[in-house]
């Protein structure tokens, strides 16, 4: 057997010399382009492109031959791409905090791990600290496929000037953590109403003696039963590892597609990669056909709608602001037209960021 997997191993061995060397030919390559930038006068050092790393990894995923499936072949690229970013200055990250966070995973997911992530606590502070620049970018959740939108996200951009410049599509796994050793000794459930919600089934079923409250993050409520008695938590396996904790169940989220939708928040809009699409925020008066007149631009331009939710505009009784997400780049030339026709018609607009559709 040995000498059957010796030629093998050693041909791993090469391979993996020249894997060495292409990943640090790459990595010069980056900091040539870096040069380049800073010699033609651009004064920004943020080289992170959005619209470029969406289109190199969907063409990785095109080109990828297998074995290796084009997920995890994106996925591995990914992270060389953000250990090259890195060789200049690790991007700041900011995200709905503590440690532990799907939140943090999504950031993770969408910046790879050679970034810096900085939690915070809400989500208006993430807002808040991208505008100022204390963060490059910042990482909210947006909708969950079985408990809908976080209207809290969407009321943010009412007031805020940042952009959105990508979206992060997460699978949700919870798990029922605690120190106790068995269900019989939870009272107290802690997670986010979120999260409460997408498993409200199978606690009903399981532990339905124990109070439900609801805290600002599931990895907040990991971090509370730590180092409370009777108390349990529903987060992901993050935060059972960080906080020391037993899992007394997998996966008790109701829907097993259970996903949740994350927005990234920059200050700088985002060029076309070839495959994206754009949120706007319009409005308009309380009157018969208001709506329908604000969405007919778009059939007429061949525009496709994806999403749409509405929230009170706080502007008077009954008037909705309604989010909008739309197929295309705003720069794509019937989205173009679609968006002049709405501004003429919405007693408020915004266009809230054009950006690449999630490529992991």
């Not at 992270?79 to 999504?106: D, H, K, N, V, W």
């Not at 295309?328 to 915004?350: C, M, N, Y």
Request: charged share 25%; with cysteine.
């Amino acid at each position: 057997m040995s000498d059957a997997l010796a030629p093998i191993r050693d041909r791993i061995d090469a391979i993996d010399r020249q894997i060495l060397e292409l990943f640090n030919e790459r990595a010069k390559q980056a900091q040539l382009v870096a040069q380049v930038k800073l010699a033609a006068g651009e004064t920004d050092t943020m080289f992170y492109r959005p619209e470029r790393e969406a289109q190199v990894l969907r063409r990785i995923k095109e080109l990828n031959p297998g074995p290796l499936s084009g997920e995890e072949v994106a996925r591995l690229f990914r992270e060389l791409m953000s250990a090259c970013l890195a060789l200049e200055q690790p991007m700041r990250i900011a995200y709905l905090g503590p440690a532990g966070t799907f939140t943090q995973a999504a950031a993770l997911k969408q910046f790879g791990h050679s970034v810096l992530t900085l939690p915070i606590s809400t989500i208006d502070e993430i807002f808040r600290e991208v505008e100022a620049g204390g963060a490059d970018y910042g990482v909210v959740p947006v909708e969950n496929s079985t408990e809908g939108v976080v209207t809290h996200t969407l009321d943010q951009f009412v007031r805020s000037p940042l952009m959105i410049n990508g979206e992060v599509e997460l699978r949700i796994h919870h798990h029922l953590m605690s120190r106790a050793e068995g269900f019989a000794q939870v009272k107290r459930i802690y997670a986010h109403r979120q999260a409460l919600g997408q498993c409200r089934e199978w606690l009903d079923t399981h532990v339905p003696h124990a109070e439900r409250i609801d805290v600002s993050s599931n990895a907040e409520a990991a971090r509370m039963v730590a180092s409370e008695e009777g108390a349990a938590a529903v987060a992901g396996e993050t935060a059972a590892e960080l906080y020391g904790l037993r899992i007394l169940a997998h996966n008790i989220e109701d829907q097993p597609d259970n996903t949740t939708r994350f927005l990234v928040l920059g200050r700088k809009a985002v060029g076309p990669s070839g495959d994206d699409k754009t949120s706007l925020l319009v409005s308009a008066a309380n009157k018969p056909g208001a709506l329908f007149k604000l969405l007919e631009p778009l059939a007429r331009s061949g525009v496709s709608m994806t999403r749409i939710e509405s929230r009170p505009s706080h502007q008077g009784l009954w008037a909705y602001l309604f989010f909008l997400d739309i197929d295309g780049h705003h720069t794509d030339a019937g989205v173009q037209a679609a968006i002049e026709e709405l501004r003429g018609q919405a007693s408020l607009f915004k266009v809230l960021g054009s950006y690449p559709k999630s490529v992991l």
